[in-house]
Every structure is written in C-alpha cells, then in structure tokens.
C-alpha cells in the first residue's frame, strides 16, 4: 500500500497530469508487485512563486514522495527510483534532473488503517 505524494509546478495539462500519476503507478506495479487497484495518490500544483529550485531545473521538476511499509532492500528502492525516471521520461520526456525521489519507510506501528495499527495486522 505504498502512499504517493507529488509536488509539481501549476500549469500543467489534465492530461499530463493523469499520465505523470500513471506513469508512477506502473513502476510501483512493475517493481513492487503491487496489485494494480492499489492506488493511493495525490497531486499537488505549487504556484511558481512559492516553489523555489535551483536554475538547472525546467518547469517539469517535481518531487514525489513514496511512503511504503518498511523492509524493502537498497536494491528495490533503487529500482523504484530508476524505474519511476524511465516511466517519465518515456512518456513525458522528463528528464532525470528534473525528478526528485524521497522514500519514507515509517514502522508499522506509526501507520493507521481500519481503525486500527498496522502492526495488529502485518506485525
């Protein structure tokens, strides 16, 4: 059930905005073996003036923040990053500069579902 949280620029196309949630859901698919209706997303367009980056970076920067169960290896969150990179560079010909990856792995105890802790299910 991972968690995604994607910060980018105001002025964006709905459909460039589907395709880049898309395109990070497949890669969560393809790596993770998530089922496919295992979609937890969100979308936040920042006003220019309030999203300050450095000048190598275009008006596709953007981050996104992957909030998983904890457990994964360096490699698969590796894989995760890479894998994210190419969907969107593939489908959005964003380049790799402009994509900022942060993976959070809170403990089961910290994730609430159902009422209740994580850890009284999976722990």
Sequence with gaps: MPLVKIEMMKG???E?????LQAVHDALVKVLCIPDDDRFQRLYEIDADYFETNESKTDKF???ELTLFPGRSKDIKGNIIKEIAKQLGDRLEIQPTDIFVIIN???????GFR????????G
């Design 105 to 111: 792995e809170p403990i089961l105890d910290n994730w």
């Design 16 to 20: 460039y905005k589907k395709t880049y």
């Design 115 to 122: 009422g209740e802790q994580a850890s009284n299910f999976m």
């Design 62 to 64: 953007s981050i996104i």
């Design 12 to 14: 964006h196309t709905k």
